[in-house]
């Protein structure tokens, strides 16, 4: 039980959680197994994969660290609450001798009233310090002694123990969010709609969403070096046919429904219609075409066909441009080119070919990378940070503040009393000692 309890297994523990997050960061988690082949080797991949590196948060030992920790944590708790609760269950009434010598915060006079009853003074300490004040009377080595306390803020000596507890509850929204939780992928494009999504991984399993979910548009804004500024996508949910929510996202502006959460993460463009001009260079003819990318189109006369066999938003960073297969019949070989919406004139260039295009238009259409969420540990997460600040500013700002005052016969003189006042708190004790100071210029002014 001591190891448990230990503190250098708790500082081990945090340091080792703190590391395997980094990891968790700088590799990125559940993606196909092609993307990681882009940056390591087979061999390396299958290590990673082995050891858990790409699945971490879900792996055996990244919860058996989160559950050495919570062990420690009530552990240690266990071990110190009893000293704790000591202040509730025993509070301390009496002033004696060791407890005068022991405070810093002390004053004492001459008290010249005889106090015939122990609640005559009651009244005057309340208005002095609101509280409850508990009166005791005892039999000192001078005859009797009439001792009072109060005290406020006990209970902020539990702060600690609370963000003890909201981390376990953190950890336990956590824990349950892996095992119950499932994250995954979908790419939705315009106009249509889908009513499942894939988890992440080799085997991409099909989830259920029971509704369906409507990109309605998808609109993208570029930097002048091509690069994307901003995307967003609207949004409609939609069960039994009735449209039950819409929203446009962007990226950290998700939507939410019946636990699933859709994040902003990706694009793509899948096709759209291209406007290009089809120069003959010995002829002069200018053909207008208006091609769907990825359908071929078969020209007039003796021409042969022309197709768009796709589009890229930034080709080698000369902007938009798209890549044309050209077959001229009559045994001419085919080939392809690429035309840059940027540089009309970079094809008329290429005196190779018995022709160019010039890049005129694209209705692009755009498919939405959405990354869909269901944790029902969230909540817990919440609701453990709400109790940590709680904890936290109870455990920091708020003090256990105790007020002390005896009346006591003058050894040599029994006909005259002592009064001696003592105050103590656990936290912030020079903005305490001021509070002090003040309540003894009151007791100064009953005389």
């Not at 219609?273 to 260079?281: A, P, Y």
């Not at 050894?411 to 002592?418: G, I, N, Q, S, Y």
Request: charged share 20%.
């Amino acid at each position: 039980m001591a190891f448990f309890a230990s503190l250098k297994l708790t500082i081990f523990l945090l340091i080792l959680l703190a590391m395997v997050s980094i990891i968790g960061t700088v590799i990125p988690q559940n993606q196909m197994p092609a993307e990681y082949l882009k940056f390591y080797k087979e061999s390396t991949y299958v290590t990673l994969k082995a050891v858990g590196f790409l699945d971490m948060y879900h792996s055996w030992w990244f919860v058996l660290i989160l559950v050495l920790l919570a062990v420690n944590l009530i552990v240690c708790s266990l071990k110190h609450f009893p000293r704790t609760w000591r202040f509730f269950s025993k509070p301390t009434r009496l002033l004696d001798k060791n407890l005068e010598k022991a405070s810093s915060l002390i004053w004492s006079t001459t008290w010249r009233e005889k106090l015939q009853n122990p609640s005559d003074l009651l009244a005057r300490l309340e208005s002095l310090w609101p509280g409850k004040w508990q009166v005791s009377e005892q039999v000192g080595e001078n005859g009797t002694e009439f001792h009072y306390a109060a005290e406020k803020g006990c209970w902020s000596r539990l702060g600690y123990y609370f963000v003890h507890l909201s981390i376990l509850i953190i950890f336990a929204g956590g824990i349950i969010g892996s095992i119950f939780g499932v994250k995954g992928f979908v790419n939705i494009p315009e106009g249509e709609k889908v009513s499942s999504f894939y988890t992440y991984g080799a085997k991409q399993a099909p989830i259920a969403l029971g509704y369906q979910v409507e990109c309605r548009d998808f609109e993208v804004e570029f930097y002048e070096n091509g690069g994307p500024k901003e995307y967003s996508s609207d949004l409609a949910i939609y069960q039994a046919g009735k449209l039950i929510k819409e929203k446009r996202i962007e990226v950290n502006h998700p939507l939410s429904y019946q636990g699933f959460t859709f994040y902003q993460a990706s694009y793509g463009a899948y096709g759209g219609v291209v406007e290009l001009d089809l120069n003959f260079r010995e002829t002069g003819l200018v053909l207008p075409l208006r091609l769907e990318v990825g359908k071929p189109l078969r020209l007039p006369e003796k021409w042969g066909w022309i197709e768009v066999l796709k589009f890229d938003e930034n080709y080698m960073r000369m902007g938009p441009a798209v890549t044309v297969l050209r077959d001229p019949g009559n045994g001419v070989k085919p080939y392809q080119f690429q035309v840059f919406l940027r540089y009309p004139k970079f094809g008329e260039q290429n005196s190779k070919t018995a022709e160019f295009c010039i890049f005129k238009k694209i209705e692009q259409r755009y498919y939405t990378g959405l990354q869909v969420n269901k944790d029902p540990g969230v909540w817990v997460v919440w609701l453990g940070c709400l109790m940590m600040i709680l904890g936290l500013y109870v455990a920091f700002f708020m003090s256990h503040r105790r007020l002390w005052l005896r009346l006591a016969p003058v050894a040599d003189k029994p006909e005259r009393l002592e009064l001696v006042f003592v105050g103590n708190a656990n936290k912030n004790q020079p903005a305490f000692d001021t509070e002090f100071q003040g309540l003894v210029k009151k007791i100064k002014s009953w005389k």
